[in-house]
């Protein structure tokens, strides 16, 4: 069955840096553009970053020149690099395909 098994948040002190990971199984990954979204308490999803399968990113404007998303095809997994990172950035992490049709159960990130 399909499966998006995000990994790698915690609590991690401002200007740190921290790297998600997210393994995904049971559907074709190379055929899907791949995003991060994230959800703080309180306030609307928010799309951070995404990659298409040639490996052109765009990101939020909140994290342009901190985030880094990347792709490993050959283990089909996504990641996101997060440097510099700000108390703003506290939220749960969730990947997914890019047009929400599977989505992971999120890792919580919590930058104090």
């Known amino acids: 069955h399909v499966q998006l098994v995000e990994s790698g948040g915690g609590l991690v002190q401002p200007g740190g840096s921290l790297r998600l990971s997210c393994a995904a199984s049971g559907f074709a990954f190379s055929s899907y553009y791949m995003t991060w979204v994230r959800q703080a308490p309180g306030k609307e999803r928010e799309g951070v970053a995404t990659i298409d399968r040639d490996g052109t990113a765009s990101y939020a404007d909140s994290v342009k020149g901190r985030f880094t998303i990347s792709l490993d095809n050959a283990n089909n997994t996504v990641y996101l690099q997060m440097n510099m990172v700000k108390s703003e950035d506290t939220a749960l992490y969730y990947c997914?395909?890019?047009?929400?049709?599977?989505w992971g159960q999120g890792t919580q990130v919590t930058v104090s």
């Open positions: 997914a395909t890019n047009g929400g049709k599977y």
